[in-house]
């Protein structure tokens, strides 16, 4: 089967999810969507399953941390089709306080140590999730490392005063 273009997947999935997704771009042609938490594990059910498309490869789940935006957790999916040999990236983005999305361990079984580590990084909460709970950074960490929460320097080091330098 050749390679669909981003214009007939997006006019396929539109088919489907009319007025359930927007599209964000196509950044270096990757094709960008963005979708509410409520519709996204039928989106990548379909996306799946669909025997036109077939995104069996879920490449990966990760997220971004946006502090000044309405909704400041961005959940970012990854897929591939390797029949059709085209990639797409679905984000769905969740409002400050309210970090729960559904698991797509129902999609993928590969999904587990991905959507682990979001949540160990980000604090994502995975509803649905078979483990949820750290996979990197200590079981008793309080905090979430790759949000952006905290000073970038210390203000309390010494080494970085002006006078230590002649000014």
Known sequence: MGKITNEELLKNINTKFEGQLTLVGEPFGLLTLETGREQIIDILTYLKTDLSLQ???LTDITAIHYPEQEKPIGVIYHLHSLINNVRIRIKVFLPDGDFHIPTATTVWDGANWMERETYDYFGVIF???????????????????????FPLEDPNRVDKKDYFFGR
């Open 127 to 149: 509803d649905g999730h078979p483990d949820l709970r750290r996979i990197l950074n200590v079981d008793d960490m309080t905090a979430f490392p790759m949000r952006k929460e």
């Open 55 to 57: 995104f069996i490869y």
